[in-house]
């Protein structure tokens, strides 16, 4: 049984082939460069090509094409072409998936559970747009893209907000007039669900002692980062909130700052409101304080002696030190902290920075395990045998937990 996992983005929609019989992953591929205009010779606004990468798993065929990609419809055609490819495809028919699910950054108060797609989720969907106008505009172009192409096939949202709709009121709340926050649908929602699921689910797995009364922190730190606490299996605080702007550094974005500083920058850089959100998520970070948002760029100017690139990466561990130690407070204890994507799988330095020095709650980091720690389907264990907490990297899998939440509701139909 085939489920296609779709993630619709403004410019490019990724997806996955699941067989849910072993979970595993049989083709996958990406659109890229969806209706994206360039300028000619003459100065003239024109298409630019797009991109479709494709792999079938079993054999590792790929296919590569460029050409212009006017819209998600075009891209949701040449996904399932791919799929449905003589040469290096993998069903015959499109009846052969199941169920498609798409993954959905930020469900608002209107969308918090795994929800089979029917015209009034649509009328859900679309009240997003007032949230999330980015984010749900791309879903709604994947989706329509695969209702019109695959009409008999169910069609699934997955929430990446539903996993944090646990939060108590404290947490989620930010202290604003309560008027404003309920008319413009203001709180804290928290992004990565899926992954902050998936990966505190392996945790409390590896504890060995069920979910109830275990205390986990879940740190995903990738190109965008967020910390989650969770508490007998549910989360009870999460570092991003109304938008994935709040928290630690990130690529770039610039994380938690003073509020007061994006009315002194406006002003004083001549930043219209309508700019100001880009200025905080495309040009702060890494990005604004080093010139690449990429850590491995930022590792590599460390070692030709960039101060700027040092600070920004012990600015990320000092915060993702802090969450830990707060969220900690905020659970009365710590059973394991997890690092997660990008950065947390594969940055030593950062899971060192953010657990060193912390004794005190009995969170005590092996140098050298740290180190070694690869790439590997299990959790590896990165604590010192007399820590008190483990520390786990685990690697995510967003997709894998769309594909069975799209599968469970499709089965309970
Ligand atoms: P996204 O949030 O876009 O999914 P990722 O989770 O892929 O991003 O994280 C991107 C970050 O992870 C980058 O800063 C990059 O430096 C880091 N990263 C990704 N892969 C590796 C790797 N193999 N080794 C070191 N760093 C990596």
């Known amino acids: 049984m085939y489920v296609l996992v779709v993630n619709a ?4 929609l990724k997806y996955q082939v699941f067989n849910m019989e072993n979970e595993e992953v049989i083709a996958k591929g990406v659109v890229e460069k969806i209706g994206v205009m360039k300028t000619d010779e003459s100065g003239a606004k024109v298409p630019a090509d797009g991109i479709t990468t494709y ?13 212009v990609i ?3 419809s075009v891209a949701t055609e040449l996904m399932l072409g791919n799929l449905l490819s003589a040469e290096h495809g993998i069903i015959k028919s499109l009846d052969e998936i199941y169920a498609v699910g798409h993954r959905v950054v930020n469900g608002g108060k209107w969308l918090t559970k795994p929800t089979l797609v029917n015209d009034s989720v649509i009328a859900d969907l679309r009240k ?5 106008p980015v984010h749900t505009k791309a879903h709604l172009m994947g989706l329509e893209g695969c209702i019109e192409h695959m009409p008999k096939t169910p069609q699934v949202l997955v929430i990446d907000t539903a996993f944090h709709s646990t939060m108590p009121k404290k947490a989620y709340t930010y202290p604003i007039k309560k008027e404003t926050r309920e008319r413009l649908s203001i709180r804290r929602y928290g992004f990565h669900g899926s992954s902050h699921r998936y990966v505190s689910a ?4 590896y504890l060995g ?5 275990t205390k986990v922190i879940t740190c995903h730190l990738g190109n965008g980062s967020s910390i989650g606490a969770v508490k007998d299996g549910k989360i009870v605080d999460t570092s991003m909130g109304f938008t994935p702007l709040e928290g630690v550094i990130m690529g770039s974005r610039c994380g938690s700052i003073d509020p007061a500083i994006v009315p002194f920058v406006m002003e004083n850089e001549g930043i219209a409101a309508k700019d100001m959100g880009d200025w905080m998520n495309k040009e702060c970070g890494f990005l604004g304080m080093c010139g690449s948002s990429d850590l491995r760029d930022v590792e590599r100017m ?3 002696g960039n101060e700027e690139a040092k600070l920004a990466l012990d600015i990320l561990g000092y915060q993702v030190k802090k969450y830990v130690g707060s969220y900690a407070a905020a659970m009365n204890g710590v059973d394991a902290v ?15 920075l953010a657990m060193e020095g912390m004794e005190f709650f009995g969170i005590k980091i092996d140098p050298e395990k740290n180190k070694n720690a690869r790439s590997l389907a299990e959790p590896i264990d990165i604590s010192a045998d007399d820590s008190k907490v483990r520390i786990y990297v685990i690697f995510t899998n967003e997709e894998l937990v769309i594909a069975r939440d799209t599968k469970e509701v499709v089965d309970n139909l």
């Open 9 to 12: 983005g403004s410019s490019s």
């Open 338 to 352: 997890v690092f997660t994507a990008g950065i947390g799988e594969n940055n030593p330095t950062i899971r060192q």
């Open 202 to 205: 392996k945790a409390i797995e």
């Open 55 to 67: 792999k079938r798993l079993s054999d590792g065929t790929e296919n590569r094409q460029e050409m």
């Open 302 to 304: 460390i070692g030709e």
């Open 209 to 213: 002692k069920g979910a109830e009364g």
């Open 70 to 72: 006017a819209n998600h």
């Open 128 to 132: 997003c747009l007032d949230i999330a």
